[in-house]
T-cell receptor, first 116, second 113 residues
Framework: AQTVTQSQPEMSVQEAETVTLSCTYD???????LFWYKQPPSRQMILVIR??????QNATENRFSVNFQKAAKSFSLKISDSQLGDAAMYFC?????????????FGPGTRLSVLP | ETGVTQSPTHLIKTRGQQVTLRCSSQ?????VSWYQQALGQGPQFIFQ???????GRGNFPPRFSGLQFPNYSSELNVNALELDDSALYLC????????????FGPGTRLTVT
């Protein structure tokens, strides 16, 4: 079974600074996808960024980028120019390439605080 | 905001009772997944429905059951409620052919006393 670990229960960053959230995962599969989701206090989960395992290039979405290290099974999220609205729980998630179930395995989350 | 809605927003039940939670999927989506999120934890996969059929199940007992309707909306039913069932229940809708495009609803907060 796949597992996702986020070793930082809480992180804080000054507004306009950069922060990196860590995620490691364990799998024996070669075809899979990785995601970062954001869950603000209002609860609705929002997709931040995704990475296909077969792609060597790291995904980027505006101020959000990932550092995908397939051999190390590491998938960190970098948030640049942090904004107050970035404060939320961040979940790293894994999905098998197999369409059956299409279930996501989530990590325990990292609570990010943004300090003005 | 996504186009996924859930009802009710909050619910309080007594141990041993039964509960039904509802989810309306986003237009054009044929798949609904249900997750249980205990306080301070990540979501745990319960099961998924694709075109009205169960398409995968997590490590949850049979008293957790579901349905998907022809319009792709879905219900989660939990029988014989236990205190540990207290959690936020999230549904997510997607098109099975589009990986990653899973849109979450706001959740239903269930409290079992």
């Amino acid at each position: 079974a796949q597992t996702v670990t986020q070793s930082q229960p809480e992180m804080s960053v000054q507004e306009a600074e950069t922060v990196t959230l860590s995620c490691t995962y364990d799998t024996s599969e070669s075809d899979y996808y990785l995601f970062w989701y954001k869950q603000p206090p209002s609860r609705q989960m929002i997709l931040v960024i995704r990475q296909e395992a077969y792609k060597q290039q790291n995904a980027t979405e505006n101020r959000f980028s990932v550092n995908f290290q397939k051999a190390a099974k590491s998938f960190s999220l970098k948030i640049s120019d942090s904004q107050l609205g970035d404060a939320a729980m961040y979940f790293c998630a894994y999905r098998s390439g197999d369409n059956y179930g299409q279930n996501f395995v989530f990590g325990p989350g990292t609570r990010l605080s943004v300090l003005p | 905001e996504t186009g996924v809605t859930q009802s009710p927003t909050h619910l309080i039940k007594t141990r041993g009772q039964q509960v039904t939670l509802r989810c309306s999927s986003q237009s054009g989506h044929n798949t609904v997944s249900w997750y249980q999120q205990a306080l301070g934890q990540g979501p745990q996969f319960i099961f998924q429905y694709y075109r009205e059929e169960e398409n995968g199940r997590g490590n949850f007992p049979p008293r957790f059951s579901g349905l998907q309707f022809p319009n792709y909306s879905s219900e989660l039913n939990v029988n014989a409620l236990e205190l540990d069932d207290s959690a936020l229940y999230l549904c997510a809708s997607s098109d099975l052919d589009r990986v990653g495009e899973q849109y979450f609803g706001p959740g239903t907060r269930l409290t079992v006393t």
